[in-house]
């Protein structure tokens, strides 16, 4: 098993910056890691996900340019800096852990890939 704890959410002004962490622990084998949101009424939205193996790197076109995942394999920790914030930005910001494997597919950007979640933290951006 993973346990994935979020931290770094909090109340930041319209083109402000945030970053959020995500430490995990556990034995299990992750293969890949990613950073989801959902705000109320939606749908859980996929934001960007970052490979063990490599460390290369893919985002949704909603966030590319202004968010970037990172890690820190030591710390087994995953990093979501968010810039230029918007106010509809606002949501639960989760984030998620793979250790399943599927053959032909580079990136995970489904929720259905992920089989290990955080508990998410909030963000909220005024204007």
């Known amino acids: 098993q993973v346990q994935l704890v979020e931290s770094g959410g909090g109340l930041v002004q319209a083109g402000g910056s945030l970053r959020l962490s995500c430490a995990a622990s556990?034995?299990?084998?992750?293969?890949?890691r990613g950073w989801f949101r959902q705000a109320p009424g939606k749908e859980r939205e996929f934001l960007a996900t970052?490979?063990?193996?490599?460390?290369?790197?893919y985002y949704a076109d909603s966030v590319k340019g202004r968010f970037t995942i990172s890690r820190d394999n030591d710390k087994n920790t995953m990093y979501l800096q968010m810039n230029s914030l918007k106010p509809e930005d606002t949501a639960v910001y989760y984030c998620?852990?793979?250790?399943?494997?599927?053959?032909?597919?580079?990136?995970?950007?489904?929720?259905?890939?992920?089989?290990?979640w955080g508990q998410g933290t909030q963000v909220l951006v005024s204007s």
């Open positions: 998620a852990a793979s250790s399943q494997i599927y053959g032909g597919t580079t990136y995970y950007t489904l929720s259905r890939q992920y089989n290990f």
């Open positions: 556990g034995r299990t084998f992750i293969y890949t």
């Open positions: 970052i490979r063990r193996s490599d460390g290369n790197t």
